[in-house]
């Protein structure tokens, strides 16, 4: 295994957090700390993912999701379209 593929192979830091006995991770920046996979494989393993819950970063993934739950949330959004575009011409 590479150091990145090391890195983000998400069912091998799970087993070695639970053969250590580990109850909580952070997983720094980058793509581990937005994988709502990795979230919930922790998760589903006992160990406490530090950092947004699942349903925040799904919900973060999709661009139109985000600037909705940022509006229900009333924080200031730059205008544009509420809803997706699906069709340019």
Do not use: W
């Amino acid at each position: 295994d590479t150091p990145v593929g090391a890195y983000l192979n998400i069912d091998a830091i799970i087993q070695t957090a639970v053969d250590n006995g580990v109850d909580a991770i952070h997983p720094g920046y980058g793509f581990l700390s937005e994988s709502s996979e990795f979230a919930d494989a922790c998760a589903k393993n006992g160990i406490t993912f530090i950092g947004p819950t699942v349903e925040n970063l799904e919900g973060f993934a999709d661009k139109t999701s985000a600037r909705a739950m940022a509006i229900k949330a009333q924080v200031p959004v730059v205008p544009g379209t509420d809803n997706s575009i699906v069709e340019f011409s």
